[in-house]
């Protein structure tokens, strides 16, 4: 992750675009990626979500890809390490939604 986040802070720095990498407009930027996503699997059914065309499969890699470079740009310029602060988020999770509540739910922890 670190050698990722060093070359998208290259990458940026490379091509002067750390005027545009503000927060907010990092953050603007991921969600339109995400939303890229989203995309692909619209009016799709469960069963096509889970087997994509190869093309389509591809074009969803590649979205993936954004997001992961924004997300990794954002949390560079915020400072935050976005391995260790999923650690302490999943760490989190384990007390919200433990096992013998969550299991084979999708219900929200506040609903246990």
Same mark, same amino acid.
């Given at each position: 992750?670190?050698?990722?986040? @060093? @070359?998208?802070?290259?990458?940026?720095?490379?091509?002067?675009?750390?005027?545009?990498?503000? !927060?907010?407009?990092? &953050?603007?930027?991921?969600?339109?990626?995400?939303?890229?996503?989203?995309?692909?699997?619209?009016?799709?059914?469960?069963?096509?979500?889970?087997?994509?065309? !190869?093309?389509?499969?591809? &074009?969803? @890699?590649?979205?993936?890809?954004?997001?992961?470079? =924004?997300?990794?740009?954002?949390?560079?310029?915020?400072?935050?390490? !976005?391995?260790?602060?999923?650690?302490?988020?999943?760490?989190?999770?384990?007390?919200? =939604? !433990?096992?013998?509540?969550?299991?084979?739910?999708?219900?929200? =922890?506040?609903?246990?």
């Amino acid at each position: 992750m670190k050698e990722l986040i @060093k @070359k998208t802070r290259i990458f940026a720095q490379d091509r002067d675009w750390e005027q545009f990498h503000s !927060p907010k407009n990092l &953050a603007m930027a991921l969600s339109v990626e995400v939303a890229e996503i989203v995309e692909h699997f619209q009016w799709l059914s469960q069963a096509e979500s889970n087997s994509l065309e !190869p093309a389509k499969l591809a &074009a969803v @890699k590649e979205e993936i890809a954004d997001v992961m470079i =924004y997300l990794t740009r954002l949390a560079d310029r915020l400072g935050i390490d !976005p391995v260790q602060a999923a650690e302490e988020k999943m760490q989190l999770n384990e007390k919200k =939604y !433990p096992v013998d509540k969550a299991k084979g739910r999708a219900a929200k =922890y506040t609903e246990f």
